[in-house]
Each structure stands twice: as structure tokens, then as C-alpha cells.
């Protein structure tokens, strides 16, 4: 439990998720979404609400921002009713969204410049465990930021690490989205193998998560598209822009990859075929297409739930030598 009083910005998929969490712990909460049917269910539950960010920053310690891209969380921060007109001195901003490190120390220093503190913070895990409450999260900035968020990141998720400077948790965000997505477009090709060699494909779903080709992606993401919902609340024109925020990391620091540019252009022809609101796993359409199958087990849920119960939050300490 915090006494601070927190203002969410941004209830999507996740930020809806993150933001009903600590209201159900009790928190001092304002919210602010464009989409009031987005609001309404929080602020039916106790939430308070704000016409603008500008006036959202200026009742609140905290500000979260959770937002789809890096040119969104720029309008809602800046402009005479943006956040960061709002923010008083030793307040702190939480960026949580998936974002372009250099456009969030950008941003910091905006905030900074108003005498108060901002930290990267984005998650991982999906939306299932940002419903929960044992999502990961990630936290760039200084380190006095960080304790100073500790109580409200410890309600929000489970396993939290400190990355170092701000910009850092955002760059290992989108490293860790990449490695999802490679993932993903890895299971699409072996599922659906699977499936045209004739293999039962819930023996298949369990050769993999107790085989060294088991992942976390295939826990999860395999579940629903063998359902055949293929619903994880991710879209392919999100997919697009978190690996083209990693390839363009690694063009930045002139690193010659091969695989990304491959998995981009998998979801670029992707969201060409079934439009950029198509859901991720749906990748899958792709090969089940034109082997003229569908790829899909028995008993498998529509929708994930993470099951484990939450415990309170922690840091994770990185292993030294």
C-alpha cells in the first residue's frame, strides 16, 4: 500500500489492467483515457477522473503514462495541457508504455526541468499477469526515482529491476520484445509442420514445454492459438513498432542483423494480408493458408489467466561476478 496519490494515463489493454490494480489495493487513483468507455469502468469503482493531463498531473504525486507509441506519449506530456504543465516539484512521472529510449530521456529532461523525477518503466508478461499484478517490470533512471517508486511498482508487479539509467529499461523492453516475437513466428513455422505431418497437436503443445525448445511464448501464445481464438490482446501493427524500435537500436549502435529485418517483414506482409489490428498469434494465417489447414488442439483456454496468486513486489538483483 502507498499514500501517494497516482494518475493513469492511457487504459488500453494493459494500462486497464495496471490501472484496476491499484485501485483494488486502495490507491489515491485518477484516471484520463481519449475513450470514456475505457474511464468509466474505473471510475464506477472509485477512480477519480480529469478533463485533461495537464489537470490529472497537477492532483497527483505520481503520474503513470501507458500508451501506444512514442508520438502519443509526446502529445499527452507536452503542450499547454500536458502533463508536464501539470507537474509540481518532486513529483514523479512513470513512463510504462513501450517506447524509443532516446524520446523518453528527452521527455525526462522536460520533466526535470519542472524539479521533478521521471523513470522508464515498462512491463512484461502480458496482459494476464498486468492483471494480476505479477508482471515484470523494468526501471531506468536515478536511483533515488526508483526507491521512491518501489511502493507503486511493487503493486503493480512482481519481479522489479533496476536497469540503471533512464532510457536503459526501455532499450531491454524492446530487446525482450523482439526475442517474443522470434518466438512467435518460430512456433507459427513448428505448429504448423506439426499439424500438416499429421501430429496430435496437444502432444505436440507438451513435447515443447518440457523440451529445450520450450519458451515462455510458447506457454502462453501456443495456448490460444491452438484454442483458435489466438487472443493475447497484442496486435501485428504493435508487433511492427516494438521489433522496428529494436532494429532501429541496432542500426543506431551499426550492429548487421539478420533476423529482424526478417521478422519484420514476416508482420509487414502479416498486416499487408489481415490489416495491423490483426491479432499477433494470427501470424500463424500466414502458413495455415496455403497448406490449407487450421492449426488447432483440444482443450486449450480462449484467453490466458495467470494462475499464481500475487505476492508482493520485489527486485530482482542482477547476478555479478
Same mark, same amino acid.
Given at each position: 500500500?502507498?499514500?501517494?496519490?497516482?494518475?493513469?494515463?492511457?487504459?488500453?489493454?494493459?494500462?486497464?489492467?495496471?490501472?484496476?490494480?491499484?485501485?483494488?489495493?486502495?490507491?489515491?487513483?485518477? +484516471?484520463?483515457?481519449?475513450?470514456?468507455?475505457?474511464?468509466?469502468?474505473?471510475? @464506477?469503482?472509485?477512480?477519480?477522473?480529469?478533463?485533461?493531463?495537464?489537470?490529472?498531473?497537477?492532483?497527483?504525486? +505520481?503520474?503513470?503514462?501507458?500508451? &501506444?507509441?512514442?508520438?502519443?506519449?509526446?502529445?499527452?506530456?507536452?503542450?499547454?495541457?500536458?502533463?508536464? @504543465?501539470?507537474?509540481?516539484?518532486?513529483?514523479?512521472?512513470?513512463?510504462?508504455?513501450?517506447?524509443?529510449? #532516446?524520446? !523518453?530521456?528527452?521527455? @525526462?529532461?522536460?520533466?526535470?526541468?519542472?524539479? #521533478?523525477?521521471?523513470?522508464?518503466?515498462?512491463?512484461?508478461?502480458?496482459?494476464?499477469?498486468?492483471?494480476?499484478?505479477?508482471?515484470?517490470?523494468?526501471?531506468?533512471?536515478?536511483?533515488?526515482? *526508483?526507491?521512491?517508486?518501489?511502493?507503486?511498482?511493487?503493486?503493480?508487479?512482481?519481479?522489479?529491476?533496476?536497469?540503471? #539509467?533512464?532510457?536503459?529499461?526501455?532499450?531491454?523492453?524492446?530487446?525482450?520484445?523482439?526475442?517474443?516475437?522470434?518466438?512467435? #513466428?518460430?512456433? @507459427?513455422?513448428?505448429?504448423?509442420?506439426?499439424?500438416?505431418?499429421?501430429?496430435?497437436?496437444?502432444?505436440?503443445?507438451?513435447?515443447?514445454?518440457?523440451?529445450?525448445?520450450?519458451? *515462455?511464448?510458447?506457454?502462453?501464445?501456443?495456448?490460444?492459438?491452438?484454442?483458435?481464438?489466438?487472443?493475447?490482446?497484442?496486435?501485428?501493427?504493435? +508487433?511492427?513498432?516494438?521489433?522496428?524500435?529494436?532494429?532501429?537500436?541496432?542500426?543506431?549502435?551499426?550492429?548487421?542483423?539478420?533476423?529482424?529485418?526478417?521478422?519484420?517483414?514476416?508482420?509487414?506482409? $502479416?498486416?499487408?494480408?489481415?490489416? $495491423?489490428?490483426?491479432?499477433?498469434?494470427?501470424?500463424?494465417?500466414?502458413?495455415?493458408? &496455403?497448406?490449407?489447414?487450421? !492449426?488447432?488442439?483440444?482443450?486449450?483456454? &480462449?484467453?490466458?489467466?495467470?494462475?499464481?496468486?500475487?505476492?508482493?513486489?520485489?527486485? +530482482?538483483?542482477?547476478?555479478?561476478?
Amino acid at each position: 500500500m502507498t499514500d501517494l496519490r497516482i494518475g493513469f494515463i492511457g487504459l488500453g489493454n494493459a494500462g486497464s489492467q495496471l490501472a484496476g490494480n491499484l485501485l483494488r489495493h486502495g490507491v489515491d487513483l485518477t +484516471v484520463r483515457d481519449i475513450d470514456a468507455e475505457r474511464v468509466a469502468p474505473l471510475a @464506477a469503482h472509485g477512480a477519480r477522473t480529469a478533463t485533461s493531463a495537464r489537470e490529472l498531473a497537477s492532483a497527483v504525486d +505520481v503520474v503513470i503514462t501507458c500508451l &501506444p507509441s512514442p508520438a502519443i506519449c509526446s502529445a499527452v506530456m507536452e503542450g499547454p495541457e500536458g502533463v508536464i @504543465a501539470g507537474l509540481a516539484p518532486g513529483a514523479l512521472w512513470l513512463e510504462m508504455s513501450t517506447t524509443d529510449p #532516446a524520446e !523518453v530521456q528527452r521527455l @525526462a529532461a522536460l520533466v526535470a526541468g519542472r524539479g #521533478a523525477m521521471a523513470l522508464d518503466c515498462p512491463v512484461s508478461g502480458g496482459c494476464h499477469r498486468a492483471a494480476s499484478g505479477n508482471i515484470a517490470i523494468f526501471a531506468g533512471g536515478t536511483r533515488a526515482a *526508483f526507491e521512491r517508486a518501489l511502493p507503486v511498482l511493487a503493486i503493480l508487479g512482481q519481479r522489479i529491476l533496476y536497469t540503471g #539509467a533512464l532510457g536503459t529499461a526501455s532499450q531491454l523492453k524492446v530487446l525482450t520484445n523482439y526475442l517474443c516475437t522470434v518466438h512467435l #513466428a518460430a512456433l @507459427a513455422e513448428a505448429l504448423t509442420v506439426a499439424c500438416v505431418a499429421g501430429l496430435d497437436l496437444n502432444t505436440t503443445y507438451e513435447a515443447i514445454r518440457i523440451s529445450s525448445g520450450n519458451s *515462455f511464448v510458447h506457454e502462453t501464445e501456443s495456448q490460444v492459438i491452438l484454442n483458435g481464438s489466438r487472443d493475447i490482446n497484442f496486435t501485428m501493427d504493435l +508487433v511492427i513498432k516494438d521489433v522496428g524500435l529494436f532494429d532501429a537500436l541496432a542500426r543506431q549502435h551499426g550492429v548487421p542483423l539478420e533476423l529482424s529485418p526478417l521478422v519484420l517483414e514476416i508482420f509487414r506482409d $502479416g498486416v499487408r494480408r489481415y490489416g $495491423g489490428r490483426e491479432l499477433s498469434p494470427n501470424i500463424i494465417r500466414r502458413l495455415e493458408e &496455403p497448406c490449407g489447414v487450421r !492449426v488447432l488442439g483440444k482443450g486449450f483456454p &480462449p484467453h490466458l489467466t495467470d494462475e499464481e496468486p500475487k505476492v508482493a513486489g520485489y527486485e +530482482v538483483v542482477p547476478r555479478r561476478a
